[in-house]
Every structure is written in structure tokens, then in C-alpha cells.
């Protein structure tokens, strides 16, 4: 993280402040979007600053972006194609795709973010072609068939409902359009291979955590909490929108932690990721199931099924977003 960022001591402390002063709704849905915003807002500094460091987790993200840039460009959509990107943070996603001639929409919860994309737009000399406003994920306010493509990278963690944010993505797509919507894989390897982190053992942590704040034990968690899904899940999330996948990956091996504690410093992890990674990629392609974010690419069919059909498949689908404990 880097230096200008605020400790997680100070951002909690910030939150309670809001909270006695009544900015947080006790509303759970309102409470945990503003909780978000909150957390972006001030570490908005550290990720603009993210993918120019060195670091793992920074690595990953970097490779992230990069598979989705490299997905865009596989589409090879018109010159000027409107793209709408959902939680643009810092907009070094917004900048790569408007340098690549496309009209770009970039909405944000956080206007610091938004102020963030208008100046590296304008650094950039692509201005013209970025347009950034506050917006929602659960209620975009553009009308049907809006967009070419719609990018949601790294922002269904934070989502308080996954459905109704892809269903809204797929509103805003024109019939044929693409959308590429990553999120935190459950089964990341480091995570299974972690007894404190296996998936399978997370109602059960999730119990003994809850009874250990009601004794005071443990503190009781003030900032946002971010979901993670099964590749199964999501993915049942986007077929229930109507959304077809054309294809997938995931991208990230680590950090490798035992009993959470973390096993190598970074620069062994980061050689020891792009080798699982390269390993994933060409011999051993059951590894991707365990990358940390995955990254499918998603179309809306051209001929829209009939709302009773649709509507009957998404009570069928089974599509949740529960937290990870």
C-alpha cells in the first residue's frame, strides 16, 4: 500500500464517527453501500497508485486488467463502440479503452473516483471520448441496449445483490453485446490450502466468529465486508440474466498463507504465481478453476428469450452472493 493511504485504523475510526453522527442509514443495504464508498474513497490513493507497483497482490490485478484489455481487443468492436465501465475507480481502464477509440461511460459510487478519471483522461488527451458520472450498479440510469460492452472488474465483491447488478448489465446491453464481469474465485487455491480459509468450513467459521463478538472476544468488524463466489455461482448469475459465456480464466496463485500467516515475502510469491499461472494456461488447465478473480466473457443473445421464459430460467437458476466469512 503506499504511503499517502490511510491506515485501516483510521478508516475505521472514520466510520464510527459516521456512524454517531447518523451518516451511515441503519437501512443493511444502504449501510454496507455507503461502508464501501467509504473504503474507496480513502484508499483512492492506493489504487490509482496499484498498477505501477510491484507487489503481489498489485501484480495480479495488473494481470487482471490486462486479460480483460486483451478480451476487448479478441472483439475487435467499431471504432467509437460505446463501452460502459461500472465502478471505474482510478479510470486506468476507462483511459486503455478510450486510447483504443471507443466512447466510454465510466460510473463510480465515489466521486473521488470520478475526479481521479477526468484527470488522467485529460492527461491522457482522450478526454473527449470518456464521460463519467455518479451511478449504481443495481440501477444503471441508461436506457435499453445501451451499450456494446459492459466491464465490471472487481466490482462484484462489493455488490449488496449480484443478481439484480448483472440483470441490470444485461438491460443495458444491446442484443449481441458483451460484457465482461470479474469476480473473487471462493475456491482460490491459497484459500483451499489454508485450513483457516477452506470454503468448505466457512458457515461454521462464520458461527464461531458471531459468537465470539457477542462475548466481545473478537471486535466486531466496522468496514465492508467483500463477498466471494464459485465460478459454478457466478456463473449461474449470468445465465439467469440471459447472458450466454463464450469463455473464461482466471488469474492469481496466492499469497500462500498457513494458519494466515503469510508463507513467502513478495518477491518469492509473485515468481511463484507467474509459474502456477504459465502452468494454467498451457499444461495443467484444472489449476484455473483456482485462480483468485475470474474473468468471463459473456454475450446477450441477438434474439431475446420471451420475459415468462426468462423469468421462469432465473427462478430455475440458482444465483447467490453470500459472504465469505
Not at 68 to 73: F, I, K, P, R, T
Not at 184 to 203: A, C, E, I, M, T
Not at 234 to 252: H, Q, R
Request: aromatic letters at 8%; charged letters at 20%.
Amino acid at each position: 500500500m503506499d504511503s499517502t493511504a490511510p491506515t485501516g485504523r483510521e478508516v475505521i475510526s472514520t466510520v464510527q464517527r459516521l456512524r454517531s453522527q447518523r451518516l451511515v442509514d441503519l437501512n443493511p443495504t444502504v449501510e454496507q453501500q455507503k461502508l464501501v464508498d467509504i473504503h474507496f474513497r480513502h484508499f483512492a490513493n492506493f489504487w490509482r497508485n496499484l498498477y505501477h507497483a510491484d507487489g503481489l497482490f498489485e501484480v495480479i490485478h495488473q494481470q487482471r486488467r490486462a486479460i480483460v484489455l486483451g478480451l476487448v481487443d479478441e472483439l475487435a468492436l467499431p471504432s467509437g463502440s460505446h463501452i460502459l465501465e461500472i465502478g471505474c475507480g482510478a479510470g486506468l481502464t476507462t483511459i486503455g479503452l478510450a486510447k483504443r477509440g471507443y466512447t466510454v461511460h465510466a460510473i463510480d459510487t465515489v466521486d473521488l473516483m470520478l475526479a481521479l478519471t477526468r484527470q488522467a483522461a485529460k492527461e491522457a488527451g482522450v478526454k473527449d471520448r470518456v464521460m463519467t458520472s455518479l451511478g449504481d450498479a443495481h440501477a444503471l440510469a441508461f436506457p435499453e441496449g445501451s451499450f456494446s460492452l459492459v466491464i465490471g472488474m472487481g466490482v462484484a465483491p462489493w455488490l449488496h445483490s449480484l443478481n439484480r447488478a448483472i440483470t441490470e448489465c444485461a438491460r443495458v446491453l444491446r442484443p449481441g453485446g458483451y460484457s465482461i464481469f470479474t469476480t473473487d474465485n471462493r475456491w482460490r487455491l491459497n484459500h483451499v490450502l489454508d485450513p483457516v480459509f477452506f470454503p468448505p468450513l466457512r458457515n461454521a467459521r462464520r458461527r464461531v466468529r458471531t459468537l465470539l463478538e457477542r462475548f466481545k472476544v473478537l471486535r466486531v468488524p466496522t468496514g465492508p465486508r467483500p463477498n466471494k463466489h464459485s465460478i459454478r455461482g457466478f456463473d449461474a448469475c449470468l445465465a439467469a440474466a440471459g447472458l450466454e459465456k463464450i469463455k473464461s480464466t482466471t488469474v492469481g496463485f496466492g499469497p500462500f498463507t498457513l494458519f494466515d500467516v503469510k508463507l513467502l515475502p513478495d518477491s518469492l510469491g509473485v515468481r511463484l504465481h507467474n509459474k502456477l499461472q504459465r502452468l494454467a494456461d498451457s499444461k495443467y488447465p484444472l489449476l484455473l478453476h483456482f485462480g483468485s478473480q475470474y474473468i468471463p466473457l459473456v454475450r446477450k443473445p441477438r434474439t431475446q428469450e420471451s420475459g415468462g421464459v426468462l423469468a421462469l430460467r432465473r427462478s430455475v437458476a440458482r444465483c447467490s452472493a453470500p459472504q465469505d466469512a
